[in-house]
């Protein structure tokens, strides 16, 4: 009896273990899933920028910085951007409210999103500029983009349009809406957030970037997921990017005007970045992050969902044109 009650047991043991083993590699399936879905809408993006590529060069060359030039900027981006993953939201099912979110955040999570935001901003510039001394330490440097002061009202109000406004509203709803909505799903809360951050990075194509892009996308990340909206991280999107607009021509006009605003920002960050750690910690998020209550878990290690991710054909042919494109904005020093 003793004997067949031990066969049994190592029976019932040896069916458990094939189990787990089944349904490790079906969650494993689920994770390359999402990466793939991901992997394809930005894809589409890369593949509509050459399709379109030469139709631009039939098109007459505009001036930097005139109205025709940043009314083309923004439909080019609108097409690049807003059209695959119009397209993929639909094709899953997914409407405006499951990207935004049904959440009601109150105004101090906004204020919070902002002062996060904003306060991070400012400690990304350092940790930017530490990364472009490490770049240069192996005779290298990363080719920056020249500012261009729009020519006129009505072009610095496309700029403004397409630079502080459309861009937090699309990125967000694909970022923190789409991906973020599609990732969650089988990658727990936590590994969703890390991978679509990682590809908000990857989309910038810039190494020096990776500090303010990554971890821009952890907060907007965590506040889409604790507080159930986008509307909080769209509004840190656009102080960021308006920022960005400010210090630019601020320096476009003239050294004591660039310093000057640049000296006022860096203060208004400061300010606004310490008001959102206070409010974070106020409001508990800290304490449910440190004690592991917040959003829930994968089944899979971190180690196991990257692999996942890495074995999708089409996030693993994104990451290597990001990469290339990275490698291709480095000049020698």
Same mark, same amino acid.
Not at 122 to 150: I, K, R
Not at 178 to 188: C, D, P, Q
């Given at each position: 009896?003793?004997?067949?009650?031990?066969?049994?047991?190592?029976?019932?043991?040896?069916?458990?273990?094939?189990?787990?083993?089944?349904?490790?590699?079906?969650?494993?399936?689920?994770?390359?899933?999402?990466?793939?879905?991901?992997?394809?809408?930005?894809?589409?993006?890369?593949?509509?920028?050459?399709?379109?590529?030469?139709?631009?060069?039939?098109?007459?060359?505009?001036?930097?910085?005139?109205?025709?030039?940043?009314?083309?900027?923004?439909?080019?981006?609108?097409?690049?951007?807003?059209?695959?993953?119009?397209?993929?939201?639909?094709?899953?099912?997914?409407?405006?409210?499951?990207?935004?979110?049904?959440?009601?955040?109150?105004?101090?999570?906004?204020?919070?999103?902002?002062?996060?935001?904003?306060?991070?901003?400012?400690?990304?510039?350092?940790?930017?500029?530490?990364?472009?001394?490490?770049?240069?330490?192996?005779?290298?440097?990363?080719?920056?983009?020249?500012?261009?002061?729009?020519?006129?009202?009505?072009?610095?109000?496309?700029?403004?349009?397409?630079?502080?406004?459309?861009?937090?509203?699309?990125?967000?709803?694909?970022?923190?809406?789409?991906?973020?909505?599609?990732?969650?799903?089988?990658?727990?809360?936590?590994?969703?957030?890390?991978?679509?951050?990682?590809?908000?990075?990857?989309?910038?194509?810039?190494?020096?970037?990776?500090?303010?892009?990554?971890? +821009? !996308?952890? *907060? /907007?990340?965590?506040?889409?997921? #604790?507080? $159930?909206? @986008?509307?909080?991280?769209?509004? &840190?999107? %656009?102080?960021?990017?308006?920022?960005?607009?400010?210090?630019?021509?601020?320096?476009?006009?003239?050294?004591?005007?660039?310093?000057?605003?640049?000296?006022?920002?860096?203060?208004?960050?400061?300010? +606004? !970045?310490? *008001? /959102?750690?206070?409010?974070?910690? #106020?409001? $508990?998020? @800290?304490?449910?992050?440190?004690? &592991?209550? %917040?959003?829930?878990?994968?089944?899979?290690?971190?180690?196991?969902?990257?692999?996942?991710?890495?074995?999708?054909?089409?996030?693993?042919?994104?990451?290597?044109?990001?990469?290339?494109?990275?490698?291709?904005?480095?000049?020698?020093?």
């Amino acid at each position: 009896m003793t004997e067949y009650a031990s066969c049994g047991m190592m029976v019932e043991m040896q069916e458990t273990e094939a189990a787990n083993i089944s349904w490790k590699k079906e969650e494993i399936r689920q994770v390359r899933r999402s990466a793939d879905l991901i992997g394809i809408v930005e894809i589409a993006s890369i593949l509509i920028n050459l399709l379109l590529y030469p139709i631009v060069r039939l098109l007459p060359v505009l001036e930097e910085g005139s109205l025709g030039a940043e009314v083309y900027d923004l439909l080019l981006y609108l097409i690049v951007f807003a059209i695959p993953v119009t397209v993929a939201a639909r094709w899953t099912g997914m409407d405006v409210d499951d990207l935004m979110g049904r959440g009601r955040p109150s105004p101090t999570v906004y204020l919070m999103t902002i002062g996060l935001t904003l306060g991070w901003s400012y400690t990304a510039s350092w940790l930017a500029g530490g990364m472009e001394v490490l770049l240069n330490g192996f005779g290298l440097t990363e080719a920056q983009d020249v500012f261009v002061m729009p020519a006129g009202g009505a072009a610095m109000a496309v700029r403004f349009l397409s630079v502080a406004i459309i861009p937090p509203i699309v990125e967000e709803l694909c970022y923190r809406g789409f991906y973020l909505s599609t990732a969650v799903r089988s990658m727990g809360t936590w590994g969703a957030i890390v991978l679509t951050s990682f590809a908000f990075w990857l989309a910038h194509y810039s190494v020096e970037i990776l500090p303010l892009a990554f971890g +821009f !996308g952890l *907060i /907007g990340g965590y506040i889409r997921r #604790r507080y $159930g909206s @986008l509307l909080p991280s769209m509004c &840190g999107h %656009f102080a960021v990017n308006s920022i960005y607009l400010l210090v630019n021509a601020g320096w476009e006009i003239g050294t004591r005007a660039g310093t000057g605003i640049s000296l006022v920002v860096s203060l208004a960050e400061i300010l +606004f !970045g310490a *008001i /959102g750690v206070m409010l974070f910690v #106020r409001e $508990g998020c @800290l304490k449910e992050i440190w004690d &592991g209550t %917040f959003g829930h878990r994968s089944a899979l290690t971190p180690r196991e969902q990257a692999r996942a991710v890495l074995t999708s054909l089409p996030a693993l042919l994104v990451l290597l044109t990001a990469v290339y494109f990275m490698a291709k904005n480095l000049e020698a020093l």
